[in-house]
């Protein structure tokens, strides 16, 4: 990951009477921004395909670390335009897992600046959330003492390559924000109603998932019901920018460059 050292920043924030610090990549680029938001105990890392590719070397790529404090979702969506705000005043999101409840609450609380959505499996219903309500159910302490050891094991001898680079990112990660991003994730994916704001967005939008997982089956049914656009990458979980990237990258590319092509000839 030496490569993406020259794009590596930090922002300085308040959040709730505190400063924290955020990490994260920035490449300048002269064809539009699209941001990435990683998932739950995700880290930017996941997306240096994006700054490898050649499709999307003239856009404006960001993508941050989830601070690792006791914060929630909606400090997620606070963090994302807070970073974005210093760049560009119209922007692409790309939000993975339990990043995209945080992708739904950027465009919630900031409509004019989102210009387009890409759900990657993000969670849109509360069986999207089955892991997160499965933490908060055993506990913090149960978490730490019983169970998050032998979860980053079995994660990191997985067959799929994005479960086993997910291990390692949770090896590293504070156990107390990984619960406290839980508990706030299990809270906001209740019911359908993320479901119904996702299909009345009136920007270009589009859920993609890995054509291996079977468990979407039901929230893929309920978008095409609302004439929403679904597309899988194939070969690939519930990581496609990890198990496919070229495909994957390829993807955005084209989502990217049908919003942005108007004003800036890419």
């Known amino acids: 990951m030496k490569t993406l050292e020259k794009y590596l920043k930090r922002k300085k924030i308040i959040i709730r009477n505190r400063l924290i610090t955020v990490n994260y990549f920035y490449r ?10 990683p998932g739950l105990g995700c880290l930017k890392e996941e997306y240096s395909g994006a700054f490898q590719s050649g499709l999307l070397k003239r856009f404006a790529l960001l993508v941050f670390d989830w601070p690792q404090e006791q914060l929630n ?3 997620i969506a606070y963090i994302t335009h807070q970073i974005a705000g210093g760049y560009a005043k119209k922007y692409i999101i790309v939000s993975h897992s339990a990043g995209g409840a945080a992708g739904l609450l950027c465009i919630k609380e900031k409509p004019q600046n989102v210009v387009g959505f890409v759900n990657i499996e993000g969670s849109l219903i509360a069986d999207n959330a089955r892991w997160s ?19 980053v094991r079995s994660l990191q001898t997985s067959k799929n390559p994005g479960f086993r680079n997910y291990g390692k990112e949770l090896a590293g990660i504070s156990i107390k924000s990984y619960f406290s991003y839980s508990r706030s994730h299990a ?31 039901n929230t893929i049914k309920k978008l095409k019901e609302g004439k929403c656009a679904v597309a899988n990458i194939p070969k690939s ?18 989502f990217a460059r049908k919003i942005f092509i108007s004003s800036t000839g890419v």
């Open 187 to 217: 809270r906001y994916v209740q019911g359908e109603r993320l479901l119904n704001q996702y299909i009345k967005l009136n920007i270009p939008k589009i859920f993609i998932y890995g054509i291996q997982n079977k468990s979407w089956k």
């Open 73 to 75: 979702l909606r400090d």
């Open 28 to 37: 300048p680029g002269s064809a539009g921004l699209i941001i990435f938001i």
């Open 237 to 254: 979980h519930h990581f496609p920018h990890i198990d496919n990237p070229r495909y994957f990258y390829n993807f955005i590319y084209k």
């Open 133 to 151: 309500r499965k933490i908060v159910k055993m506990g913090i302490k149960s978490l730490r003492e019983k169970n998050f050891g032998s979860l």
